[in-house]
């Protein structure tokens, strides 16, 4: 009996799981093979659409289910104090769980994703609402409702970060929102980012930036956060800025999960050292590497662990069965952008192929929206 | 001084946080004395790349050609 575990029920580990399980179908039915997947949570949350909550467009419960339902019957899923991963030890080939469990894998997936770093930054617990976690989303969402003028303060504190496209999103839709609540002229909207410009890809930044003048957002940057000020509801940089704000919105810095530093596995932001093309962990050619997890320069985003999965799970697949096909991850990504509360444009683009987004529109919104919706369904499942 | 490399990065493709962001997370990681060697593909990049170290106080320490692409060297050095 050949054992793959996969560490995470996110995005990245149930569409891996799903994808496994209907490859090696065949494997799992004569149970030669067996794919387990750890969580420590039984709930799935579809974390693109926080940035929808965020915006009052939708419910904490639309964007949830429970993991299970969204698994193939042939993966066995382990919550709880067994689903917590305590230790990922790739010298003895096993996951130790907080359970005190022990489990040996033949081959393994890490998917634990990223983590809101919040004490890198003094004062931004505080001082800062995020959409990056459902609490915030929730909080955001209060926050804009009563909101009556004044200066918002959109900042990404540190690169990179989860949903790379989310602080364009939330910042275009907020000054679509203001407008639609005729409080935009009362508004002052700043955008400030770590590098210089709004977005690190020149043809999406060169873009984003023009819509951005046109919608008279100002933009500061290269600003680094070093400060939130409460008392004094400012933001300072490292840069020496500093800004004035009524409500902070934004990114904090991330990092990667608690676990792969307490199994010393990743860098000091704990990500994984991992082959761009291969997802194999570095010098660990039985353990795949998914998602925010990776330290490749690439976006850590839910479409990004998608396109990965089919890498990972074909390459498993054929191991399994003694080939030696081996498939490539090239890089691709899938992004939609919002631009409002009901326009859109999206990027798509691999290592080799850099985005060009075409103009916003109200069809790319809903091709978002439908895109979400058939998340549960069909990519999650790994049914395309 | 001998310097210790930290880390390596292949920044030779698309990337949303494009060379700079990617480099400037890393090099915020660096201890004085440590550097990450970077593989970009483009001049701008290269360009940029120097811009980003002047503000920051990050030094290149070693530049060469690999291919189409540069290698660079780029340390904390206090």
């Keep these: ?33 067996s794919i387990t997947i750890f969580d420590k949570n039984e709930k799935h949350v579809f974390q693109p659409s926080q940035l929808l909550v965020g915006m009052g467009l939708e419910n904490p419960s639309e964007i949830v289910r429970n993991e299970k339902e969204l698994l193939n019957p042939r993966v066995k899923f382990i919550s709880g104090k067994d689903g917590e991963i305590a230790k990922i030890d790739v010298s003895n080939h096993s996951f130790v769980t907080a359970g005190g469990k022990n489990y ?16 890198m930054i003094p004062g931004l617990r505080e001082g800062m609402l995020t959409v990056w976690e459902m609490e915030g989303a929730i909080r955001t969402r209060e926050a804009i409702k009563n909101f009556t003028g004044g200066t918002i303060v959109f900042n990404v504190a540190r690169l990179p970060h989860k949903c790379p496209v989310g602080p364009l999103e939330e910042t275009l839709m907020l000054d679509d929102y203001l407008r639609r609540r005729g409080i ?5 909207l700043v955008y400030t980012y770590p590098i210089a410009g709004v977005f690190g890809i020149p043809n999406v930044n060169k873009a984003m930036t023009k819509l951005f003048e046109s919608r008279g957002i100002k933009v500061i940057s290269p600003f680094t ?46 990500w994984v050292p991992t082959d761009k093309n291969t997802l194999q962990m ?24 998608d396109f990965e999965s089919y890498a990972v799970a074909d390459n498993i697949a054929s191991n399994v069965r003694g080939n030696d096909h081996r498939k490539m991850y090239d890089g691709s990504v899938f992004c939609f952008i919002a631009t409002g509360m009901d326009t859109a444009t999206y990027i798509r683009f691999n290592y080799s192929n850099p985005p060009i987004p075409p103009p916003p529109s109200n069809i790319h919104w809903l091709a978002k929206l439908a895109y979400n919706r058939l998340y549960w369904s069909l990519t999650a499942k790994a049914v395309v | 001084m001998s310097l ?27 201890q004085p004395g440590e550097y990450v060697e970077i ?40």
């Design chain 1, 1 to 33: 009996m050949k054992n793959i575990l996969i560490a995470g029920a996110g995005i990245g580990g149930t569409i891996v799981a799903n994808r496994l399980a209907e490859k090696l179908r065949q494997e799992v039915e004569k149970e030669e093979v």
């Design chain 1, 225 to 270: 956060l070093k400060e939130v000020d409460t008392q004094n509801r400012t933001i300072e940089s490292n840069e020496g800025e500093k800004i004035k704000y009524d409500l902070l919105l934004g990114v904090p810095p991330h990092m990667g999960a608690k676990v792969i530093a307490d199994s010393a596995l990743g860098d000091r932001r704990n």
């Design chain 1, 184 to 188: 935009r002229e009362k508004t002052e």
């Design chain 2, 39 to 78: 593989l970009i593909g483009a001049d701008s990049d290269r360009k940029d790349l120097y811009a980003w170290a002047a503000r920051v106080g990050a030094k290149v320490v070693k530049e060469e050609r690999q291919g189409n692409a540069f290698r660079l060297e780029v340390a904390k050095l206090s």
């Design chain 1, 282 to 305: 570095k010098d660990h050619s039985d353990v795949y590497v998914m998602g925010d997890t990776t330290d490749i320069p690439i976006s850590k985003a839910g479409s990004t662990a």
């Design chain 1, 104 to 119: 040996s894998y033949d081959y393994a997936i890490i998917s634990t994703g990223s983590t809101l770093d919040w004490d």
């Design chain 2, 4 to 30: 210790k490399l930290y880390k390596s990065m292949d920044l030779t493709g698309s990337s949303c946080a494009g060379v700079i962001g990617e480099l400037s997370g890393v090099y915020e990681e660096l």
